[in-house]
């Protein structure tokens, strides 16, 4: 349920072939397991249109009252929730006030994502009485599982595997996973943590599993989705920003971060601008430097100064080591009754990453260092001070304009700074692997959904209805909400062919015509991206309803895939999955996955994939190749004819020309006569002709 990704990923198209919003996702349920949900959201309310009880043929749920969760509240959209505590039981000392034993979210991560996914239609997003348009699920007809497993005090391995393997057992068609390892499993590979077996189990039961990539970007190798019976969700930023400009007595305007609302005036009216620590309280027993210039203590500044001026806090140690905070600003600020505060980089530690928050009082957020020393130079130059270095008289002048209204230009999608980076890999050794990771890229960067006035973990938050929030945990549901729209309008089609559709029709360009940028290291600087930014590209949602063309792949292909790792005892393979090695395929790139990944490609390897035709008709495609750098690649046949549910089978022979110290990126397009394209990245490192 968000305010303006589903027109940035084109949905209402899809919406209109659906049947309109009133049938968007219908007949499809969405387990999440994650904090659990708020029933009183009005994106989860009662649709007088909805069967309260519902009923599904492939679904049985139940619905387990508790605290704040009456049974009522399982409504005809939440149709089953349930939770799963003996292991955080079991693990730790639960606080009955907030560690709450029923389906009820007093986090808010559970209900952001349920919305996103599956939220109603047009609901009203109001915070701090300030109306931020309406929003709506990828699929608002969808209904919702609830398989609340992460409580605020812990979260247990044990609890999530009993919530998985419970969705299964009820039916969900599409599983949600906006949650994850910190690290790769000790001891075994990564497809073979318990983790991935019950994922590689509820994909044998026909459940599509979406699984977030991690926020542990920009570095390589820090995905934390490994298989490919999983779809690993990359994040982008979208179009929209909420900016906001300091405009200092000189007339010089810098833009920052707002959400928030103006000084009084709005920005007309200038008001005394004073440095944190210039106003500390003279002859106190308070450290006149530490930390004082992080308007953390009330008690360090005179009342005086501050009262009815613009304070410039400082991004300073304490940020960075965690004892420091936003909220700590903004409750300095209201005790002293600042008129606004400005809250600047400091030069000695370099620009800092600014998200927007919505807060009632007015402030800025200034990430960089050199919009920060502009703003130093001003208010020294116009600042007097004794022999002593203490101020005599503030002569510098400020006023904040609007936050809170929305700016939609500039590039998109970008992949998202936090967003984690393949290649993938097989062990804790990061030891790369024949797997495209991340899959697929959606929109994860300042997204608006519902929220849990109870907000244990972030105060900020706390009262609110409604969160804008970042995380490749906040792209997941949109995949998941994907989903839904594909497999309402192609019931029959496995998970597989699901995950197919989406990335053989995703776009790889941004709006700007150029090809998908990525945040570095570097803050707010950009690069070229690559398929292990974003996957096979940006979802899209139109193009995946018809790809003409999809590769699929099931249960025994993934025992193959397994059991043709190199160096693998097939004893291990059949211990953790029940499954029996039978015929291996040549390499694990053999597995007829949209993609292709080649970790050590030496002289030569013929890559089998299997494509069938989806469409209603027969058509002739036409292959093209873009080779990845030091590789020269031959698809066989070059062209084809196929008949509607005939498969195709493809032998692509890939030469190293040029061995290089790095992956390089290339792709397949089969071009069809009616108008269908399908992509296949290429990811390879030419390792010896």
């Given at each position: 349920m968000t305010t303006y990704t589903p027109q940035f990923l084109g949905i209402p198209a899809v919406w209109t072939q659906e049947g309109g919003d009133r049938n968007i996702g219908e007949g499809i349920v969405i387990g999440f397991v994650d904090s659990g949900i708020n029933p009183d959201h009005p994106s989860f309310s009662y649709d007088p249109t909805t069967t309260t009880n519902y009923t599904?043929?492939?679904?049985s749920g139940a619905c387990e009252e508790?605290?704040?969760?009456?049974?009522?509240?399982?409504?005809?959209?939440?149709?089953?929730?349930?939770?799963?505590?003996?292991?955080?039981?079991?693990?730790?000392?639960l606080n009955a006030s907030v560690d709450i034993l029923s389906p009820f979210d007093a986090v808010g991560h559970g209900s952001h994502v349920a919305s996103i996914a599956a939220g109603n239609f047009g609901v009203p997003v109001v915070v701090n009485g300030l109306y931020y348009g309406r929003a709506t699920g990828m699929a608002p007809r969808a209904r919702i599982a609830v398989y609340k497993a992460i409580y605020p005090s812990i979260g247990t391995l044990?609890?999530?595997?009993?919530?998985?393997?419970?969705?299964?057992?009820?039916?969900?068609?599409?599983?949600?996973?906006?949650?994850?390892?910190?690290?790769?499993?000790?001891?075994?590979?990564?497809?073979?943590?318990?983790?991935?077996?019950?994922?590689?189990?509820?994909?044998?039961?026909?459940?599509?599993?979406?699984?977030?990539?991690?926020?542990?970007?920009?570095?390589?190798?820090?995905?934390?989705?490994?298989?490919?019976?999983?779809?690993?969700?990359?994040?982008c930023d979208i179009d929209r920003t909420y900016p906001a400009t300091l405009i200092l007595g000189n007339g010089l305007k810098i833009g920052g971060?707002?959400?928030?609302?103006?000084?009084?005036?709005?920005?007309?009216?200038?008001?005394?601008?004073?440095?944190?620590?210039?106003?500390?309280?003279?002859?106190?027993?308070?450290?006149?430097?530490?930390?004082?210039?992080?308007?953390?203590?009330?008690?360090?500044?005179?009342?005086?100064?501050?009262?009815?001026?613009?304070?410039?806090?400082?991004?300073?140690?304490?940020?960075?080591?965690?004892?420091?905070?936003?909220?700590?600003?903004?409750?300095?600020?209201?005790?002293?009754?600042?008129?606004?505060?400005?809250?600047?980089?400091?030069?000695?530690?370099?620009?800092?990453?600014?998200?927007?928050?919505p807060f009632a009082t007015p402030g800025i957020m200034i990430p960089t260092t050199i919009d920060t020393q502009n703003i130093l130079q001003y208010y020294e130059r116009v600042t007097v001070?004794?022999?002593?270095?203490?101020?005599?008289?503030?002569?510098?002048?400020?006023?904040?304009?609007?936050?809170?209204?929305?700016?939609?230009?500039?590039?998109?999608?970008?992949?998202?700074?936090?967003?984690?980076?393949?290649?993938?890999?097989?062990?804790?050794?990061?030891?790369?692997?024949?797997?495209?990771?991340?899959?697929?890229?959606?929109?994860?960067?300042?997204?608006?959904?519902?929220?849990?006035?109870?907000?244990?973990?972030?105060?900020?938050?706390?009262?609110?209805?409604?969160?804008?929030?970042?995380?490749?945990?906040?792209?997941?549901?949109?995949?998941?909400?994907?989903?839904?729209?594909?497999?309402?309008?192609?019931?029959?089609?496995?998970?597989?062919?699901?995950?197919?559709?989406?990335s053989t029709t995703a776009t790889t360009y941004d709006n700007l015509g150029d090809p998908i940028m990525a945040h570095g290291f570097d803050l707010y600087t950009l690069y070229t991206s690559a398929p292990f930014g974003f996957g096979a590209g940006l979802v899209n949602p139109s193009h995946a309803l018809d790809p003409?063309?999809?590769?699929?792949?099931?249960?025994?292909?993934?025992?193959?895939?397994?059991?043709?790792?190199?160096?693998?005892?097939?004893?291990?393979?059949?211990?953790?999955?029940?499954?029996?090695?039978?015929?291996l395929f040549v390499n694990p790139s053999d597995l007829n996955l949209p993609s292709i990944t080649i970790t050590s490609l030496n002289g030569s390897r013929l890559v089998r994939r299997t494509v069938m035709n989806v469409g209603s008709k027969a058509e002739t495609y036409v292959s093209a190749v873009l080779a990845p750098k030091g590789v020269m690649v031959d698809i066989q046949p070059s062209w084809f004819k196929i008949a509607p549910q005939e498969t195709q089978h493809l032998h692509i022979t890939l030469n190293v020309t040029q061995p290089l110290d790095e992956f390089t990126f290339g792709e397949i397009v089969l071009t069809g006569s009616l108008d269908h394209v399908v992509k296949m990245p290429l990811s390879i490192f030419p390792n010896v002709i």
């Open positions: 599904s043929q492939h679904f508790g605290p704040l969760f009456p049974e009522t509240s399982c409504n005809g959209k939440i149709v089953s929730a349930r939770f799963f505590s003996n292991g955080a039981q079991a693990t730790a000392i044990s609890d999530v595997l009993a919530a998985i393997d419970q969705a299964v057992l009820d039916g969900v068609d599409i599983l949600t996973l906006s949650i994850g390892p910190d690290e790769p499993p000790e001891g075994t590979l990564t497809f073979l943590s318990l983790f991935e077996i019950f994922m590689l189990a509820a994909h044998k039961a026909g459940t599509f599993v979406v699984q977030a990539a991690g926020n542990q970007g920009p570095s390589p190798y820090s995905v934390i989705s490994y298989s490919p019976w999983a779809v690993g969700v990359a994040a971060v707002g959400l928030s609302g103006p000084t009084f005036g709005g920005g007309l009216i200038q008001y005394k601008l004073v440095l944190a620590k210039d106003a500390v309280k003279k002859n106190s027993t308070f450290p006149r430097i530490f930390n004082a210039d992080e308007c953390q203590y009330p008690e360090a500044f005179d009342p005086l100064v501050v009262q009815d001026s613009v304070v410039i806090c400082t991004f300073s140690a304490g940020f960075y080591n965690g004892n420091s905070s936003l909220m700590g600003i903004i409750h300095t600020a209201n005790l002293l009754r600042f008129k606004a505060f400005v809250f600047v980089a400091n030069p000695s530690y370099g620009d800092f990453i600014a998200e927007p928050i001070r004794d022999k002593n270095g203490f101020v005599v008289r503030y002569g510098g002048r400020a006023a904040i304009s609007e936050g809170r209204i929305a700016s939609y230009k500039g590039r998109a999608p970008i992949v998202s700074r936090f967003s984690s980076r393949g290649p993938d890999y097989i062990d804790q050794s990061k030891n790369p692997t024949d797997v495209l990771k991340p899959d697929i890229l959606a929109p994860g960067h300042q997204i608006w959904a519902a929220w849990s006035p109870m907000s244990v973990l972030n105060p900020i938050l706390s009262g609110h209805n409604f969160a804008l929030l970042s995380g490749t945990s906040m792209a997941t549901p949109h995949i998941a909400g994907v989903a839904a729209l594909i497999k309402q309008y192609n019931p029959s089609w496995t998970p597989s062919m699901v995950a197919s559709a989406m003409g063309l999809i590769f699929s792949a099931g249960y025994e292909d993934y025992i193959s895939f397994l059991c043709s790792l190199p160096n693998i005892d097939t004893a291990i393979v059949k211990s953790a999955t029940g499954g029996v090695c039978g015929e």
